[in-house]
């Protein structure tokens, strides 16, 4: 590490130290966050890579870079009877992560001060690496994705992210400015922050750094972690989708997903995707999906995080949308319902609905948008036996027959046939909502 690389890292530490991040109340629980807890759980990534299904019991995840712990209790919480290890360079945040997770209950947890540069240290191999908000702060990314992976299982997974340099484009011009006026030269204070308030509100609202970056969130009671996080940060870089690919390349690693897999939709992007001008229909199908998420974020760069998972290249497979399945594909899956939905309420919910003929409604859980399902007492008898276990296909049809043994137009006994493509389309349907995991058996 050269002189210029450890000044800058004494800088990001002493940073973190003053301010450790995030500053979430110690008290404060994800339990209820389905939509976090879904992210940070390892059956999400490894179903999308591998279409099946893996129980997070003894498994062992780092958390890379996990500042005051916030997210090492995520983890624990999203993956039941896993080990949790966080390491961090700041000594502070690891006092306050080891803290947090002792008063959540969760006594399987190790957090060490420590540079992703020396995992090999911990004498661990991880089944999932948590890496957030952090790989961006490295001089070389790709030697941080190395490091990672030299202590990743085969089977593992990474998930890691990278600023974007074309959504944050407005911050680092901020950045820069302030880095001008000295105000980076050492370890930002309070001082600092008021210098930055103070020139931010006093430029005219037309201006548009202050129109692109500032609002009246800066100005809150929490604005001394806002503007350390943006307008203040030390080590902060941009990256675009192509960086992304290039440094996996670099590293040997297979990308798999992006976290937030459907607000990267490149088609959601039209007016009417099945109806797109002849160049477009002809084009776009054939590009791969590097360039699909490059385009996407040329065209509407939403996005602050390039959000990823990533892990060792896998053999090879093919799988077949669930869309284009036969009844033998059909015939051949295991049903689950997806861990992060096995809570009470939900359960209550479901209950609700088949008792009372009521619907309910259920979001995608890894976007943002407000697509929605309303779930009827059919629909809902399909998932209710899943929260005891797994079902096979034909066995979850039994169990819908058997409780609703007579066709309520007809008045004649339903027949099986109608009740397994009923639920085939209940199945897709929830599927996609995330609800549940179909994995297929081996022949």
């Known amino acids: 590490m050269n002189n210029s690389t450890s000044d800058l890292w004494d800088k990001i530490r002493q940073q973190f130290d003053s301010a450790p991040y995030p500053n979430i109340p110690l008290e404060k629980s994800p339990k209820k966050d389905i939509s976090l807890l879904y992210i940070h759980n390892l059956a999400t990534a490894y179903y999308l890579r591998n279409q099946q299904v893996i129980d997070s019991h003894n498994k062992v995840i780092l958390d890379a870079g996990c500042g005051s712990g916030y997210k090492s209790l995520v983890l624990a919480e999203a993956n039941p009877g896993a080990k949790i290890v966080g390491i961090d360079i700041s000594e502070e945040s690891i006092k306050l992560a080891k803290h947090r997770l002792q008063y959540h209950g969760f006594d399987n947890a190790e957090f060490y001060v420590l540079s992703i540069y020396d995992l090999a240290e911990l004498n661990y191999k991880f089944d999932y690496i948590n890496c957030n908000e952090t790989l961006y702060l490295f001089p070389d990314i790709v030697q941080a994705l190395k490091s990672m992976k030299s202590v990743l299982n ?54 548009l750094l202050k129109d692109r970056t500032w609002s009246h ?51 959601s992007l039209f007016q009417q995707p099945d109806n797109l001008p002849a160049f477009l229909a002809m084009s776009l199908p054939e590009i791969s999906m590097e360039e699909q998420l490059e385009l996407f974020e040329l065209l509407h760069p939403m996005h602050r995080l390039l959000d990823f998972w990533c892990g060792y290249p896998q053999p090879e497979r093919t799988f077949t949308p669930i869309a284009e399945w036969d009844d033998s594909d059909w015939l051949n899956i295991k049903v689950y319902l997806h861990p992060q939905f096995n809570y009470l309420n939900f359960k209550s919910h479901i209950d609700n609905c ?39 296909m034909m066995d979850l049809v039994e169990y819908w027959q058997q409780r609703r043994p007579i066709d309520s137009f007809t008045g004649k006994p339903i027949e099986t046939d109608q009740v397994f493509e009923f639920v085939k389309t209940t199945l897709s349907t929830l599927e996609g909502f995330d609800c549940i995991m179909l994995e297929k058996l081996s022949s």
């Open 154 to 207: 085969d089977a593992g997974i990474i998930r890691a992210n990278l600023h974007s340099a074309i959504q944050r484009f407005n911050i680092f011009c901020a950045q820069k400015a302030f880095t001008i006026m000295g105000l980076m030269e050492d370890n930002p204070g309070d001082l600092e922050i008021e210098i930055v308030t103070d020139m931010m509100k006093s430029l005219k609202d037309n201006v």
């Open 217 to 267: 969130d800066f100005e809150q009671e929490d604005k001394k972690e806002r503007i350390l996080m943006n307008y203040l940060f030390q080590g902060d870089k941009g990256y675009t989708v192509s960086d992304m690919f290039a440094a996996l390349r670099a590293a040997d690693l297979e990308f798999i997903s992006m976290l937030n897999w459907r607000q990267w939709d490149l088609m």
């Open 354 to 392: 088949i008792s009372r003929s009521k619907v309910f409604p259920i979001f995608r859980n890894v976007t943002l948008n407000k697509e929605t399902i309303y779930i009827d007492s059919s629909m809902a008898l399909c998932l209710l036996p899943l929260f005891e276990k797994p079902y096979l």
